[in-house]
């Protein structure tokens, strides 16, 4: 039987059990009592892997409680559907698809059959199609239409077209090839399409339209407006192939919008938007940061699904992440998930990671239309990090929820001034600190009697100074940020919303969600545009459509 398929119930497992009366058993774990008591704990709750390491002691676990997990991981038969995913069978079950990411990222050599077809030669095609691509344009072979060397080159596209792309080559600004900047050009709104091109010239502006589907309203608007106004700037019809690429898995599409075939990348649809990143989807990474460290960040990616599919379950990162989420969403009540890069370059890794785990895991029943029982995926937000201190880490230190939070920091900077990276480290090191140790009472009140203060004055301050510490966080240290160890983080972060997924029954790689409000917006629009006169549904709707249509009679 396909288990993954037709999950089963987590709840109802000997091992979830287990957990339930383990957690209430734990009552008044401290984590700082834990520390105090094991001074190996450090040692004991981290691990190394693919250049990173991850320190996970700062959790609401003992070595039970790992084991429990570990157990139930093994009870849910994760083994299994991690087989199932790497070989391609038919784990998307909604859209009848198997998903194969993970292909994109293996080498030249390796056989992946999908309906009895190896795929991984159309994978490698592909991929030198982007080589001779990125190679012209770096070469300066690739000319626009006045035969001038092309200097900006902007990706049209939006979620998984456009997230990981960016976070990518944001990232690894320090391996940008000189001479072609990087541009993205995501939302329907007017004010983003006008300040980007009051920046460009058409001349030397070549536009990837990036769509797996190319049908997404936003991207599609998107590129219009890009080819008129690349129209307007003196650019023909007869010179249009020298300015409009685009990356999807409908070619027809593509063409018919007036690109050349040859100028049109291929995907396949057993790659998931949020998951795209690897394939041509990732054609402006590799423009901007070369095709060689492209690459690296490929093989980065496939060391963490080599670690995934090799490390025991206990020793294996993706598999421990995501146990501990299932751990605090499902045993402790937590809704959200803090993700707090402590580098610029890591700034947009939030964003990505939210359409990730939130588009894969925002489900309710499981892969066979059962509902679940248990909680699913959580909230991800967050930012970067001193930033997040001086605006929502009030929250974490001291709000009424439990939130779970990465700390993501890497040893070295690539631009030391004076002792901003010590500081920088010291910060994000000294926040999970806090979290996990809080202040006591007794603690505050301590303090403010060494301030001199009078007793009535301690009395009176020392509820707001409490801290209840014992919050949960994992610290994950990249020795420096480089394509290869970026690919494994992603990919790692990739994992671990797979393994909950398979925990939860859930299918991670389809998002109907998203369509009900695609829909509507049609009608939306048909109605503000007067194009259909009929009411909205409900009387808000109607309303706000009066109140635009109001203001823009007269
Ligand atoms: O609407 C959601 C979504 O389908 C995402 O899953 C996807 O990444 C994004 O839209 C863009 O889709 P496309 O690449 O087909 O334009």
Not at 215 to 228: F, M, P
Request: charged share 20%; proline share 4%; aromatic share 10%.
């Amino acid at each position: 039987m396909d288990h993954h398929l037709t999950p089963l119930d987590v709840t109802q497992l000997a091992n979830w059990k287990a957990l339930t009366e383990h957690r209430e058993a734990m009552g008044e774990f401290s984590m700082r009592a834990a520390f105090a008591s094991d001074s190996q704990r450090f040692q004991r709750f981290s691990l190394y892997a693919c250049g990173l390491m991850l320190d996970y002691s700062k959790n609401l676990i003992t070595e039970q409680t790992l084991e429990l997990l570990v157990k139930l991981a093994e009870e849910a038969q994760l083994g299994d559907a991690i087989r199932a995913m790497f070989n391609g069978q038919v784990i998307n079950a909604s859209e009848q698809r198997p998903v194969l990411h993970t292909a994109l990222r293996r080498p030249v050599g390796d056989k992946v059959f999908v309906a009895g077809k190896n795929i991984m030669p159309d994978v490698h095609q592909v991929l030198q199609q982007m080589t001779d691509l990125v190679t012209r344009l770096h070469n300066g072979l690739w000319r626009g239409y006045s035969e001038k060397v092309i200097t900006d080159v902007v990706n049209i596209g939006i979620g998984g077209s456009f997230l990981g792309p960016q976070l990518v080559s944001e990232a690894l600004l320090p391996f940008a090839q000189k001479g072609v900047r990087c541009h993205y050009l995501a939302n329907v709104d007017g004010s983003e399409f006008r300040e980007l091109v009051s920046k460009l010239s058409a001349e030397t502006t070549l536009f990837i339209v990036s769509s797996k589907s190319f049908s997404t309203l936003e991207t599609l608007k998107n590129a219009q407006a890009a080819r008129a106004w690349y129209l307007a700037q003196g650019g023909s019809e007869a010179e249009l192939h020298r300015h409009f690429i685009a990356v999807s898995s409908n070619v027809a599409a593509a063409k018919a919008f007036g690109i050349r075939e040859e100028n049109v990348l291929p995907m396949w649809d057993w790659v998931g938007g949020r998951y795209s990143l690897w394939s041509a989807i990732g054609l402006p990474i590799a423009m901007s940061i070369g095709i060689s460290n492209f690459k690296e960040m490929l093989s980065g990616a496939y060391a963490m699904d080599q670690h995934f599919q090799s490390a025991p379950f206990e020793r294996n990162i993706p598999v421990l992440l995501a146990l501990l989420g299932v751990w605090y969403g499902d045993f402790w009540g937590a809704r959200s998930q803090a993700i707090l890069p402590y580098d610029y370059y890591l700034r947009n890794i939030t964003d990505h990671l939210q359409q990730l785990d939130m588009e894969s895991n925002g489900k309710s029943v499981r892969q066979d239309g059962s509902p679940i029982t248990a909680g699913t995926g959580p909230v991800i937000w967050g930012g970067v990090g001193c930033n997040g201190q001086h605006a929502y880490h009030q929250l974490l230190h001291q709000g009424s929820q439990l939130i779970p939070a990465d700390f993501i920091v890497p040893v070295s900077s690539y631009n030391p001034v004076a002792d901003h990276h010590q500081w920088l480290y010291a910060n994000c090191l000294s926040q999970s600190q806090a979290l996990m140790q809080g202040k006591s009472r007794a603690e505050a009140e301590a303090e403010l009697r060494g301030k001199g203060l009078p007793e009535s004055e301690v009395q009176r301050l020392a509820p707001h100074k409490v801290i209840p510490g014992n919050r949960p966080s994992n610290t994950l240290v990249l020795e420096r940020i480089s394509p290869r160890r970026l690919g494994a983080l992603i990919a790692m972060y990739e994992h671990k919303v797979y393994v909950q997924s398979v925990l939860w029954g859930v299918n991670a790689f389809d998002q109907w969600g998203v369509e009900l409000g695609k829909e509507l917006g049609k009608n939306v629009y048909s109605r503000l545009t007067g194009s259909d006169d009929s009411q909205a549904d409900d009387g808000s709707t109607q309303g706000l459509i009066e109140f635009f249509r109001g203001r823009h009679r007269g």
